[in-house]
């Protein structure tokens, strides 16, 4: 019987091998069961850092959300859709702008030629292709997972027809990991052969590639140079994940992580620098946060007209939690843009398009996992 079972698990290695090569079916099991211990323990930090603050903020969330509907209401009855694309591909004033009641909103970065952000709306795919449980983009097969993400896009350009939509592919391409690894940095890098079969899949179709990071032990300076030939791609963009991002030596996994805006600044630096080299296109640069100790210091964010800023809502949850952590981590602590991640699976129920694009300011980038 166990000679039964090891011969099984054997065929199955060796089948995985020849399709995807031993070092990417190594790197998928790895995924699968980094994965499922995650799971649970973000399910737990997430409790304890932000659903207690629920009851506290229950009565003043109905007030700032029909606030904020209002105003967002307001804008579309005051705005022909001709005016409303001429304001978001001439004006700072869109509704990723603006401010709340009690934080000014930052006068964002002048809009150079090839920005994506304002004049469009990004919506993404998140995931990773070798593990069917890190996001909706490696849970289903390549051409279900596309049309999936057309239909998506287009649920999106009707609910708003005022601004073009926009589909990206948002693949972790560094993934952190409760084995230290060789250099004991607690990630694992995907080889780029499984990073440009997943960019070919983007610029085959004209959509945006975002390549995600997270540095486990690392550092941004030590993991942003091998995706440098990725980069000067003018699809391509990138995101950073402070979830695990781990200051103190502490595994990933075991708590929230953080980054600092130093730590951004060096990202924006880096790929600014690139769009003067290659006259490129200003880049996207995708922020996660759902907690506030995530981000330290985010007032301290440099505004580039080169790389376009996005702090992107990352948490999970029924309706009422989402919109309280959207008010703590982006409406109190604005940077530049506004992003917004959904979750098939987590969100219960999960906002439709038309109740993200209502928040105040609209988000800009929208991401499902």
Not at 116 to 142: D, F, H, I, K
Not at 188 to 197: F, K
Not at 237 to 264: C, N, Q, S, W
Not at 318 to 347: C, E, M
């Amino acid at each position: 019987m166990q000679l039964a079972a090891k011969y099984r698990l054997a065929r199955a290695a060796l089948f995985g091998c020849v399709l995807m090569g031993c070092a990417d079916y190594r790197a998928r099991l790895a995924l699968e069961a980094e994965q499922a211990r995650l799971d649970s323990i973000r399910v737990d930090s997430l409790v304890r850092d932000s659903i207690s603050r629920v009851d506290s903020i229950a009565r003043a969330d109905s007030i700032a959300r029909a606030d904020s509907i209002a105003r967002a209401d307001s804008v579309r009855r005051a705005d022909s859709l001709r005016a409303a694309r001429a304001a978001r591909a001439t004006s700072t004033a869109s509704r990723s702008s603006g401010s709340t009641d009690s934080v000014p909103w930052p006068t964002l970065p002048k809009v150079l030629p090839g920005s994506v952000v304002p004049a469009s709306r990004v919506v993404a795919y998140y995931g990773n292709p070798l593990s069917r449980r890190m996001g909706v983009l490696g849970e289903y097969p390549r051409d279900e997972m596309l049309r999936r993400l057309e239909q998506t896009v287009a649920e999106w350009a009707e609910a708003d027809s005022t601004i073009p939509v926009r589909a990206a592919l948002h693949m972790i391409v560094t993934v952190a990991q409760a084995d230290g690894g060789r250099d004991g940095m607690y990630r694992l890098r995907m080889s780029d052969s499984v990073i440009e079969r997943v960019a070919q899949w983007a610029e085959q179709r004209g959509w945006l590639f975002f390549m995600d990071v997270q540095v486990g032990l690392s550092t941004v300076q030590a993991e942003l140079p091998r995706l440098a030939h990725f980069l000067e791609r003018p699809y391509v963009h990138l995101a950073l994940d402070p979830e695990f991002a781990m200051k103190d030596g502490t595994r990933p996994g075991r708590k929230i992580g953080t980054m600092d805006a130093a730590e951004v600044n060096h990202a924006i630096r880096f790929l600014a620098d690139m769009v003067e080299r290659g006259k490129l296109p200003p880049k996207m640069l995708v922020v996660h946060r759902f907690t506030e100790r995530m981000l330290t210091n985010a007032d301290q964010i440099v505004a580039d007209p080169r790389v376009q800023v996005i702090i992107d809502m990352d948490g999970f949850g029924a309706p009422q939690l989402k919109r309280s952590t959207w008010r703590h981590v982006i409406q109190n602590d604005p940077v530049q843009y506004a992003g917004f991640k959904l979750f098939y699976k987590n969100d219960k129920p999960m906002l439709t398009p038309t109740q993200v694009i209502d928040l105040f300011p609209s988000p800009v980038y929208i991401q499902y996992q």
